[in-house]
């Protein structure tokens, strides 16, 4: 069973901060997506990379992937209170059969920045 | 595109009552749909993946008699929550995906269970 850890559990800046969120797998990653998702809504996806040692950005967002295809990084340039949320990584398999698509997460990063 | 709605976006129940939750693609059709538990402060955990049609194929320690899926069309596919109890209060949030989009999964907004 693949198991994806992300860190930190916690992050709690000021406004204007940079930081680095960590996901690492036990096992390659298939597809590596993050997402962002506020209290009391459904995830929304930031990114999806495949291609070990792949880079995209987005807005404030950068997102690597590692050589290895066994870790990721998302990094918030000058974050705002608005970036405020839980950042979840997550494998997308692409195994057949009825895994399909299937979706393991890591545990998450609640991030909380200050005005 | 690729909205999905969820109803009722809270409930709250007493202990011993059956709640039913529907998840509904608004303009795709969905071949897979998944359930999806979370607790405060916690990731999402997958419950079940059911396709259109078929039974629904559910994850380790994820009681199938007390959490009905049924996935009747392409569109709608809906969790129940038998005998719920006080344990069962939690966020649950539906996706569904579509063969042409690679397996995408576009989620709903949740559904926040209360069971008193």
């Known amino acids: 069973t693949q198991l994806l850890e992300q860190s930190p559990q916690f992050l709690s800046i000021q406004e204007g901060e940079n930081l680095t969120v960590y996901c690492n797998s036990s096992?390659?990653?298939?597809?590596l997506q993050w997402y962002r998702q506020e209290p009391g809504e459904g995830p929304v996806l930031l990114v999806t990379?495949?291609?070990?040692?792949e880079v995209k950005k987005l807005k404030r967002l950068t997102f690597q992937f590692g050589d290895a295809r066994k870790d990721s990084s998302l990094h918030i340039t000058a974050a705002q209170p608005g970036d405020t949320g839980l950042y979840l990584c997550?494998?997308?398999?692409?195994?057949?059969?009825?895994?399909?698509?299937?979706?393991?997460f890591g545990q998450g990063t609640i991030l909380t920045v200050h005005p | 595109g690729a909205v999905v709605s969820q109803h009722p976006s809270r409930v709250i129940c007493k202990s011993g009552t059956s709640v039913k939750i529907e998840c509904r693609s608004l303009?795709?059709?969905?071949?897979?749909m998944f359930w999806y538990r979370q607790f405060p402060k916690q990731s999402l955990m997958l419950m079940a993946t059911?396709?259109?049609?078929?039974?629904?194929?559910?994850e380790q320690g994820v009681e199938k008699d007390k959490f009905l899926i049924n996935h009747a069309s392409l569109t709608l596919s809906t969790l129940t929550v038998t005998s719920a109890h006080p344990e069962d209060s939690s966020f649950y949030i539906c996706?569904?995906?579509?063969?042409?989009?690679?397996?995408?999964?576009?989620f709903g907004p949740g559904t926040r269970l209360t069971v008193l």
């Open positions: 996706s569904a995906s579509f063969y042409s989009s690679y397996n995408e999964q576009f």
């Open positions: 096992s390659v990653f298939s597809s």
């Open positions: 990379v495949v291609t070990g040692g």
């Open positions: 997550a494998d997308r398999t692409n195994a057949g059969g009825t895994s399909y698509g299937k979706l393991t």
């Open positions: 303009d795709f059709q969905a071949t897979t």
């Open positions: 059911s396709n259109e049609g078929s039974k629904a194929t559910y």
